[in-house]
């Protein structure tokens, strides 16, 4: 052996790596030994029933099998061996004789992976059995990127249905009127993600803690409270709450010991806490909006009636204080005849009270002012009112466009 061929074999010593021979020539056998122990694991048989007892106690990386032997061929064992769904691809090299058509097409029919014709080189089986090897590791390597791809694809289909589930959340959401059908949105979001919740929702008028059975244990309540004045999102072993001004979502069974479910379902459940979190936000506004113009409403109808009242009255009053100023007028000239007064006194006083009566008229002058500048203020509160009313009627009636399905 040269010293290259010496640095190459220590280069390429694998004891992990073993072979069986299967040989019914004890010559055969010691040549393959001597030929590969240096290097490899290698154990020989010398027939084909040994080879199977050794395989159900201990599986090779590689099978050298004779194809000329007694009782059990060659090609009887490798199917024998080949047959069992967990030696299927174990790799076979036969050695014979033999080299026409008909003993390979044997040989690759059996199971074969090789096939090497007596005598040989031991260079050529050297290279065969490197071969071998290297075409076991790739297979190995190929199953390996197989099973990852097959694990990214499962994550990634599973990745879809999560969104999927929180697309559908999202359009339940946009039609939630009140905090009880957002609650029962969220446990079916929930439910649908195999979790198991209970959920807190805070408004300034209302406080509801409830789990998917109804109102939550007095202990689910505590532990909830304690952990809402804590960070955005806490996580204690298989449980997490998501923290959000009004509204907590306590999970209690995450999947810690899928780390990639774990962390879609993280980022899915953060999403439908946010969007809850600002509808009630909104639905709050909506309740403050809704007093507010029934606070307006109620206003504007005081205003319109006091108008009304302040119209009569001040009808009234002129009324009154005319008629009173005439029959004065009347009293005074039917007086002057039996005061003796001159026709110039007469007409002084006349004049004097002529102009009384006259800036007493235009005291009461000032109704269409005042009435028309309540009237505008009621048209005003109308309009305003009317303005609303039309737009939440008109937010009624569009439908929202339906998001768009993407990859789910």
Do not use: W
Request: hydrophobic fraction near 40%; glycine fraction near 4%.
């Amino acid at each position: 052996m040269s010293p290259q061929t010496g640095k190459n074999q220590e280069r390429n010593v694998d004891s992990e790596y073993t072979i069986f021979v299967v040989d019914d020539m004890e010559a055969g056998r010691r040549m393959i030994e001597m030929t590969f122990k240096p290097l490899y694991n290698v154990e020989s048989f010398a027939s084909g029933q040994a080879c199977l007892d050794r395989i159900a106690e201990k599986v090779p990386d590689l099978l050298l099998l004779d194809v000329d032997m007694p009782v059990m061929n060659g090609y009887t064992l490798c199917q024998l061996i080949k047959c069992q769904p967990a030696l299927s691809s174990l790799p076979v090299i036969f050695i014979s004789v033999l080299d026409d058509l008909a003993s390979c097409i044997a040989g690759y029919e059996a199971g074969g992976d090789d096939y090497i014709v007596k005598p040989y080189q031991v260079a050529e089986l050297r290279k065969k059995v490197v071969a071998a090897r290297r075409k076991s590791n790739d297979s190995a390597q190929l199953k390996i990127k197989t099973v990852e791809a097959k694990l990214l694809s499962s994550l990634a289909l599973s990745n879809m249905d999560q969104q999927a589930v929180l697309i559908t959340f999202l359009r339940q959401l946009n039609d939630c009127e009140t905090p009880s059908a957002l609650l029962q949105a969220l446990f079916s979001l929930m439910r649908s993600s195999g979790l198991q919740t209970a959920i807190q929702i805070r408004l300034p008028d209302l406080e509801i803690t409830s789990n998917e059975a109804g109102e939550s244990l007095p202990l689910e309540v505590a532990v909830i409270n304690n952990m809402r004045s804590m960070e955005r999102i806490v996580e204690f072993k298989s449980r997490a709450a998501y923290n959000f001004e009004h509204i907590t979502i306590l999970i209690n069974n995450v999947p810690i010991h899928d780390p990639d479910l774990c962390g879609i379902l993280r980022d899915n459940v953060a999403i439908a806490a946010e969007c809850a979190n600002a509808k009630l936000q909104a639905l709050q506004t909506k309740s403050e909006n809704t007093m507010a113009k029934g606070v307006a409403a109620d206003l504007l109808s005081s205003l319109q009636t006091a108008v009304q009242n302040f119209e009569n009255k001040y009808a009234t009053a002129r009324y009154h204080a005319t008629s009173t100023t005439l029959i004065v007028l009347g009293e005074l000239s039917r007086a002057f005849t039996t005061l003796g007064m001159s026709d110039k006194q007469e007409k002084c006083v006349d004049t004097i009270v002529q102009n009384m009566a006259n800036d007493l008229a235009e005291i009461y002058n000032f109704s269409g002012e005042t009435q028309e500048t309540l009237s505008g203020i009621a048209r005003r509160l109308t309009s305003i009112l009317n303005t609303e009313k039309a737009t939440a009627t008109a937010g009624r009636d569009i439908e929202p466009e339906p998001a768009g399905r993407g990859c789910c």
